[in-house]
């Protein structure tokens, strides 16, 4: 596996097998946070 760090802020790129992780799991924390984010909103808003 290589590593490459020129995308910018926190996208340090982990390519295994031709697969980025580091992408899909940045991707599926984001959204998680995003939904998380948006519960809470909601909850407060009551």
């Not at 982990?14 to 909850?43: M, P, R």
Request: proline share 2%.
């Amino acid at each position: 596996p290589y590593v490459t760090g020129n995308h910018g802020r926190h996208s340090t790129s982990i390519i295994i097998k031709g697969f980025d992780w580091a992408q899909v799991i940045t991707y599926t924390v984001n959204l998680v946070l995003d939904c998380s984010g948006s519960i809470i909103e909601h909850e407060l808003r009551q």
